[in-house]
């Protein structure tokens, strides 16, 4: 029995010496191809499957050391400094940014603050790690794509009937296979965020992208701003409820007080 369990040891250490060796050379590559590299590479790379190369890669992106950005694999400065970006003048949410970092501080996933404008959402405020690069194609604003971000259908759900009308009608344009394009459903996902207080997406506007947002209201009750952040899948799957509690309670705490 004893040489039994010293054969199941040395056996358990190799697998993973082995593992080790594979995520060691899966960080050298993702740093010798800063454009980005795809699953298959890696695979070719590390001698083994595309299933393990996405396992691998999974687990840097939920570690912080790579991210998972328009089809492919990008590395990223685990040990830099964490920054602010701010998109605009915090004049256009006054004392609303502050809001940003605690939810950043909380979660540790990239915090966003969202201000109303006339046909847009714009994202006033950004804050996370250095290195790790934004959503392509979300830009500075949100406004087609609301549908398929929880932070446009914080707004969607607040809008009068009427104007949410407008919005549909101009087409709920898919994104990825996940994208809500039907208007019933879109609506009856809107009841549940008014409902609930909270927004989800899951790569409902790129592949390996999910966001949770929440309302910030102003004394009357009216929408003031945005709050959410983003992660990817896998953290979603694994902390949707915790990520959906930090978000709304922020947004609560960012709240001016009742008149």
Partial sequence: MTE???EFH???AKRG????????????????????VHAD???????????????LLASLCE?????????????????????RTEVA???DAPGLADAVDRLFVRTHKRSYLGVLERRSIKIAVIRGRQGVPRMPGLGTHISDSAHALAMGKVVLAALRPEALQRYIAGG???????????????????????RTGVAFDREEFDEDFCCVAAPILDADGALLAVLGLSASTRAFDG?????????????REAAPAPR
């Avoid at 590479?41 to 396992?55: L, R």
């Fill in 89 to 91: 003048p915090e004049g």
């Fill in 17 to 36: 010496l082995s593992t080790a060796r594979a995520v060691l050379q899966v960080l050298a590559f993702l740093s010798e191809h800063p454009q980005g």
């Fill in 41 to 55: 590479e890696v695979a070719k790379v590390v001698g083994k499957s595309t299933s393990t190369a996405y396992y």
């Fill in 10 to 12: 040395r056996s358990t």
């Fill in 4 to 6: 039994m369990t010293e």
């Fill in 172 to 194: 709920l344009r898919a994104f990825t296979a996940r994208t809500i394009t039907s208007p019933e459903t879109l609506a009856a996902e809107l009841d549940e965020i008014r």
């Fill in 239 to 251: 902390e949707r409820d915790e990520l959906a509690k930090a978000v709304r309670d922020v947004a």
């Fill in 63 to 83: 570690e912080g050391f790579a991210v998972h950005e328009g089809g492919v694999y990008l590395p990223v400065h685990r040990f830099d400094e964490t920054a």
